[in-house]
């Protein structure tokens, strides 16, 4: 359902019905399609050559208006092979895609979790595509900052990987 500005009341004027269910019934739900609760989604962490298999993934998002809210979170069974990314739930609309290393609009963090040896790794979740994200780190961390199976450290079971993102949907 689509916002509509809300229209100008006039004195004296009957408050029908109808005017109520379009001016605040349809605006609250095109405003708050998810009222002011968490949707599953069922986030899957892939890469570019051999998805990783995770043990435990937790993902939630909201819809706020134009905007789009997601927390993921994989538990790593193995490493798979490649450059990671993330299939968003909804089509990011107006910001910049690019698939270069580092290119990408920024749209939130992460935060990935060796366990052995003991190591933390942060950086940005990135637009890949208009329906993808990869995570970048520093270029520090490894030749291109980009998270995959051996970049900047090679991944392993029980390793944890975590980001959020919020990004425009209208």
Request: net charge negative.
């Amino acid at each position: 359902m689509a916002y509509s500005t809300p229209r100008t009341w006039t004195t004296a004027e009957v408050v029908t019905a109808a005017h109520m269910n379009q001016e605040v019934r349809d605006n609250l739900a095109a405003a708050l399609p998810d009222e002011v609760a968490a949707v599953s989604w069922a986030p899957t962490l892939e890469a570019s050559a051999v998805d990783p298999s995770t043990s435990s993934v937790d993902g939630r998002r909201w819809r706020v208006g134009p905007l789009e809210f997601v927390w993921a979170r994989f538990v790593l069974s193995t490493a798979g092979s490649g450059i990671y990314f993330v299939t968003l739930p909804s089509t990011v609309v107006g910001l910049t895609p690019n698939t270069g290393a580092g290119m990408g609009q920024a749209l939130g963090t992460f935060h990935a979790r060796d366990i052995s040896p003991a190591h933390m790794l942060q950086g940005n979740v990135l637009l890949n595509t208009s329906t993808t994200v990869q995570f970048h780190a520093s270029s520090i961390e490894g030749p291109s900052g980009i998270l995959s199976h051996d970049n900047p450290r090679a991944w392993a079971s029980g390793d944890v990987f975590s980001f959020q993102a919020v990004y425009t949907i209208a």
